[in-house]
């Protein structure tokens, strides 16, 4: 029997992060020794309070089905959280908690886009953004994020990309695969634009714990914004919960009750005993303090991974003020970045991903993911000094 595919499945791309670290895993099983830059995981255990809290709901029965939106007194330890993180005024009706948050940029464009209407995404950025508005039918646009302006988006640049086509805009601080982090400044003039074009926004804030300079502020607090933003976020980054698939939206209560139904149809609800280890998450000091330490040490990490960089010939590598990722520009080696990509992997055993799985904007960069130890970062450091520093003509 021949299958017919869907011509939407030609416009579903992938995530080469999951593709370099297959690889990555065959050359291991060959022997290899390989340093793990390419995927985005701390490499940090669950706080013992969280997994205890798991433990002790499962003892209790949490082992069956919820409500699709997430059990009443998560969804409201929940709204007290984002009211905490951003001042904007959260109830449980506006939250849904789903097993992982990129199910979140799935239901938006499920809710909110018909073929042919308009998304303005990031560009370099997360893939699932452009491929899940591709494959539903929707045009997506990129907005470039240029190092030039601290791999922040371009206000200015923005507004010139918004049509009468135009229904949601996708933005990301901090930024993967960049590390970019917006100001104050930036989302105050987002809000206006979204505001003045009656556009919703979806503002993907998974590494908003994650800051090393300045602060984290949230599209959500802006005036006139959670009616018109769903914010994006979830339990993998900050409290290294990957594997628990744990996410979690605030937005309008009308688009929270569509996001239910499209729950009810899809994965029916997140796992019970995720959803009580999200209320220790959240509300105890003791997370609180297993997250400042291990943004303490990514701070060490990012330093040591960007000063290393920097001191490659051929290389230059700015300073991320947020995330777990470093974007170098590798134009100087003479070396387009897949095939640098490759080659490192290949034959100087790092893992790191080309700029350009991340959109067209990504030429002439890596990303790297620094969670890792320090010596194993310095250890990367000296293979890929080593391999460009060979491959670089005499």
């Given amino acids: 029997m021949r299958l017919r595919f ?40 669950t706080p013992q309070n ?20 997430g059990i009443m007194e998560v969804r409201e330890a929940t709204a007290r959280y984002v009211n905490r993180q951003t001042g904007a005024a959260c109830t449980a009706e506006n939250i849904v908690m789903v097993p992982g948050s990129k199910n979140l940029v799935l239901f ?3 809710s909110l ?55 949601l805009l996708v933005v990301n601080s901090p930024a993967n695969p960049t590390g970019g982090v917006l100001t104050r ?21 998974i590494y908003s714990r ?7 502020v ?32 605030a937005m309008p209560k009308e688009l929270a009750q569509r996001m239910d139904r499209l729950m009810i149809n899809t994965s029916s609800c997140a796992a019970a005993f995720t959803q009580w280890a999200a209320i220790e998450a959240f509300e105890s000091p003791k997370s609180d303090r ?14 040591a991974v960007a000063d290393g960089l920097n001191s490659i010939p051929g290389i230059t590598c700015h300073r991320p003020a947020g995330a777990f990722y470093v974007f170098p520009n590798i134009t100087g080696t003479g070396q387009d970045e897949k095939t640098l990509a490759n080659a490192l992997l290949d034959e100087a055993g790092v893992a790191v991903l080309a700029g350009t799985a991340f959109g067209g904007y990504g030429k002439g960069y890596l990303r790297l993911s620094y969670v890792n130890s320090v010596t194993n970062l310095e250890r990367a450091i000296d293979r890929i000094r080593d391999h460009v520093t060979a491959a670089v003509p005499r």
Wanted: glycine share 8%; hydrophobic share 40%.
């Fill in 6 to 45: 869907t011509d939407r499945m030609d416009r579903l791309g992938t995530e080469g992060a999951f593709e370099v670290l297959a690889h990555a895993k065959q050359l291991e099983a060959q022997g290899r020794d390989i340093i793990h830059l390419e995927i985005g995981e701390p490499d940090y255990a």
């Fill in 50 to 69: 969280v997994m205890d809290a798991a433990v002790k709901a499962m003892n209790g029965g949490a082992t069956h089905y919820t409500p699709a939106s």
């Fill in 108 to 110: 938006a464009i499920l």
């Fill in 113 to 167: 886009i018909e073929p042919g209407d308009e998304v303005i995404v990031p560009d370099p950025g997360y893939p699932a953004y452009h491929s899940l508005v591709e494959f539903l039918g929707g045009r997506a646009v990129p907005a470039p994020i240029r190092e030039s302006n601290d791999f922040r988006l371009d206000v200015d640049e923005l507004r010139s990309l918004v049509t009468q086509r135009t229904r």
């Fill in 185 to 205: 400044g930036d989302c105050e003039a987002i809000a206006e634009l979204a505001q003045e074009r009656d556009l919703v926004v979806l503002s993907d804030e």
């Fill in 210 to 216: 994650l800051i090393y300079e300045g602060e984290h």
């Fill in 218 to 249: 949230s599209l959500y607090s802006m005036p006139g914004m959670p009616e018109r933003t769903i914010l994006m976020n979830g339990l993998s980054k900050a409290w290294a919960m990957c594997g628990w698939r744990l996410g979690f939206g």
């Fill in 290 to 303: 297993a997250v400042e330490a291990m943004v303490a040490e990514f701070k060490q990490r990012r330093n």
